[in-house]
Nanobody, 127 residues
């Protein structure tokens, strides 16, 4: 089992940047695919980005490509998402999640495939 704790959220103006972190407990962090998801008020949770176990492969939701960058440090049991050129529509609660399944796009972009979730961190982008 792994516990996930997000940090780094906050209020930022449009065009600004934030870096979210997700620290994982346990010794098996490198065996998990890690994903970032977000949920805006009144909307379903949606995929943002995912990174493979070794950090060599990534997937991004189309609206964040070129603006967001996911990375991980397996020595620190931490996954990050650097968010640049933020827009008001990026406003949401951001969650990190861990998955031990196959690294396949059709899976890792689906929230139901992830076993463990953090509590979320609020990101608010003002116009």
């Amino acid at each position: 089992q792994v516990q996930l704790v997000e940090s780094g959220g906050g209020l930022v103006q449009a065009g600004g940047s934030l870096r979210l972190s997700c620290a994982a407990s346990g010794r098996t962090f490198s065996t998990y695919i890690m994903g970032w998801f977000r949920q805006a008020p009144g909307k379903e949770r949606e995929f943002v980005a995912a990174i493979s176990r070794g950090g060599y492969s990534t997937y991004y939701e189309d609206s964040v490509k070129g603006r967001f960058s996911i990375s991980r440090d397996n020595n620190k049991n931490t996954v990050y998402v650097q968010m640049n050129s933020l827009k008001p529509e990026d406003t949401a609660v951001y969650y990190c999640a861990a998955d031990r399944g196959l690294w396949v796009a059709i899976r890792v972009t689906q929230p139901d495939e992830y076993e463990y979730w953090g509590q979320g961190t609020q990101v608010t982008v003002s116009a």
